[in-house]
């Protein structure tokens, strides 16, 4: 046996390390899952999730810095992550209303986070406690969108422009999550989003229309 069979110093290789970190966060994720749903979100400590998923409290904050962070888990803050990389990389000369539509359709979600998210939706409906969570995670949606927009056209973030097309986003993507969790609809989510999308930015033109701040429309 070599020392990549065994790792550096004895340690697993990494391959193994990765899937055992991926097994101990998702065992995390359904612990809290599990115990906002039986006790409450304000009820549940961080102790509990831990014990409950068998793990040290100090190894729930290697993968999570709160509660907060835990109930949305990857789904919800890696969204925003994976959304500034595709934004950042996005061609300049593409109008802004067109690349974050691309974008967008870029990060539809995928079945696996679909079901993840499915679970969190549910249990929001259940607690109304926890809806300031999601609130909090749209309103960060909707900051880095505007301060894309804002930076591609050169307009002030607060211009009506930047904050119509974050806007038109965020509630697509909002009016989607709410259609597919009712059940009610054959269409997937990515198609209700992308729909909602183009109905909310019917109106939007791809270059923003309104004058610099302190000029007056000709």
Known sequence: MTTSDLGILGEPPAGRRERKKQETRAALEQAALRLFAEKGYEQTTVDEIAAEADVAVRTFFRYFSSKQHVLFGDVGHQRINHLCTALA???????????VRAVLDALDLDRDEQEQLNQRLRLLKEQPALVGMYLMLNHQLRQTL????AHRTGLPSTDPYPLLVAGAAVTSWDVALHVWLAGENSRSMAELRRAAFAALTAGIPAEPPFPPAGEEPA
């Open 89 to 99: 990389a996005a061609p300049t000369g593409t109008p802004p209303l067109e690349a």
């Open 146 to 149: 505007v301060d894309f927009v």
